[in-house]
């Protein structure tokens, strides 16, 4: 299964860009990188996913380094509700599948 | 769309009785995923499904546990006996077109098996 390596723990203040980096070393031509965070006592949720490009919506961008060994996604204002934990994804183009890792944990302060 | 809706939310039972959590994805979706999560092993893929077929069962643990998806909007997960190591948070989640889709998912059913 493709692997992914985020920091355990990352803490902003509130109203403040917040980069959550991601470290995909082994990833092949057809896996896409998804993000999702989750919330306490909730399911994962869907925050962005590209293959090559940089991407943007509406909850956050999405940086994706030239030979793909790396992504980071950015949140460009955070606010408390923001603070949960953060999955980088490898979706797994030739299985299917979407390998969880154990995530960032982000802490905002007011 | 009311999302992917997971029950029970909550399932308390003894040791050896059977459990079957049921999930009704996104109308249309045609992926459908079950997950399970501890505070050990994190989020681990069980079992997914394409067009109700089940396609990779290699993540989920022994026999006891067992997946079926008669139709487009409905799956169960069967654990029989269940054990205490077994409690834990149930994830579903449904897509269209696997991997290059975001994924939506259920609240989950949290089990504890006394």
């Known amino acids: 299964d493709a692997k992914t390596t985020q920091p355990n723990s990352m803490e902003s203040n509130e109203e403040e860009p917040v980069h959550l980096p991601c470290n995909h070393s082994?990833?092949?031509?057809?896996?896409?990188i998804h993000w999702y965070r989750q919330l306490p006592s909730q399911g994962p949720e869907y925050v962005i996913h590209?293959?090559?490009s940089n991407v943007n919506n509406r909850m956050a961008s999405l940086a994706i380094a030239e030979d793909r060994k790396s992504s980071t996604l950015i949140l460009h204002r955070a606010t408390l509700r923001d603070a949960a934990v953060y999955y980088c994804?490898?979706?797994?183009?030739?299985?299917?599948?979407?390998?969880f890792g154990q995530g960032t944990t982000l802490q905002v302060k007011p | 769309d009311a999302g992917v809706i997971q029950s029970p939310r909550h399932e308390v039972t003894e040791m050896g009785q059977e459990v079957t959590l049921r999930c009704k994805p996104i109308?249309?979706?045609?992926?459908l995923f079950w997950y399970r999560q501890t505070m050990m092993r994190g989020l681990e893929l069980l079992i997914y499904?394409?067009?109700?077929?089940?396609?990779?069962d290699s993540g989920m643990p022994e026999d006891r546990f067992s997946a079926k998806m008669p139709n487009a909007s409905f799956s169960t997960l069967k654990i029989q006996p269940s054990e205490p190591r077994d409690s834990a948070v149930y994830f579903c989640?449904?897509?269209?077109?696997?991997?290059?889709?975001?994924?939506?998912f259920g609240n989950g059913t949290r089990l504890t098996v006394t």
């Open positions: 082994t990833i092949s031509g057809t896996d896409y």
């Open positions: 590209g293959l090559t």
């Open positions: 994804i490898l979706f797994e183009g030739n299985t299917g599948k979407l390998i």
């Open positions: 989640a449904s897509s269209f077109w696997g991997y290059n889709s975001p994924l939506h």
């Open positions: 499904f394409n067009n109700n077929v089940p396609i990779d």
């Open positions: 109308s249309g979706h045609d992926y």
